[in-house]
């Protein structure tokens, strides 16, 4: 759901710029909860107050709720049917195609500045680092996200502090 969000609330709608979807993304991975349904609050939180939020958070869960519903009815009845199974199969696929764009979206959006140009070099560099070791800490050594998160909060910062220090303000184009 996270790139239909995207491109609704960025592109179609324009009721969030590209950095602040970024920046909810990343608020909405970092709060409990499913990141759809924190992401869909935020936006009708925005765009309309309290009653934006409830509107957006029955919206996202409204109908995934009545789907499983549907859907759990229906598997008992064909659920062995090779038919389905290979339909599973093809939507897992294509749930990883959406994940593998979105993250590729949001680590060149990282890499633009405020003007919305490429940054440096540097700053591009350590995005993609960060990206890579945070994939690595929890795809392949089972860091839990929190512990990433927090690290990453923590080397941001430090890594904007020595570039303001070294005079460097390529963290803020």
């Given at each position: 759901?996270?790139?239909?969000?995207?491109?609704?609330?960025?592109?179609?709608?324009?009721?969030?710029?590209?950095?602040?979807?970024?920046?909810?993304?990343a608020?909405?991975?970092?709060?409990?909860?499913?990141?759809?349904?924190?992401?869909?609050?935020?936006?009708?939180?925005?765009?309309?107050?309290?009653?934006?939020?409830?509107?957006?958070?029955?919206?996202?869960?409204?109908?995934?709720?009545?789907?499983?519903?549907?859907?759990?009815?229906?598997?008992?009845?064909?659920?062995d049917?090779?038919?389905v199974?290979?339909?599973?199969?093809?939507?897992?696929?294509?749930?990883?195609?959406?994940?593998?764009?979105?993250?590729?979206?949001?680590?060149?959006?990282?890499?633009?500045?405020?003007?919305?140009?490429?940054?440096?070099?540097?700053?591009?560099?350590?995005?993609?680092?960060?990206?890579?070791?945070?994939?690595?800490?929890?795809?392949?050594?089972?860091?839990?996200?929190?512990?990433?998160?927090?690290?990453?909060i923590?080397?941001?910062?430090?890594?904007?502090?020595?570039?303001?220090?070294?005079?460097?303000?390529?963290?803020?184009?």
């Amino acid at each position: 759901m996270i790139p239909q969000i995207q491109q609704v609330a960025t592109e179609e709608k324009g009721w969030l710029t590209e950095d602040e979807m970024l920046d909810c993304i990343a608020m909405g991975q970092s709060l409990p909860g499913v990141i759809a349904i924190n992401i869909g609050t935020y936006v009708g939180y925005r765009q309309r107050g309290l009653a934006g939020a409830l509107a957006a958070t029955f919206g996202v869960v409204l109908p995934a709720f009545l789907s499983i519903l549907i859907l759990v009815a229906l598997l008992d009845v064909i659920g062995d049917n090779p038919w389905v199974a290979g339909a599973f199969t093809g939507i897992k696929a294509a749930v990883c195609g959406l994940l593998i764009v979105t993250s590729v979206k949001l680590l060149l959006q990282m890499c633009k500045g405020k003007d919305g140009n490429y940054a440096g070099k540097g700053r591009i560099t350590f995005t993609v680092i960060m990206s890579l070791l945070s994939l690595v800490a929890v795809g392949f050594l089972g860091i839990t996200a929190v512990l990433v998160i927090l690290a990453g909060i923590v080397i941001g910062i430090v890594y904007y502090r020595i570039s303001e220090m070294s005079g460097s303000r390529e963290v803020d184009k």
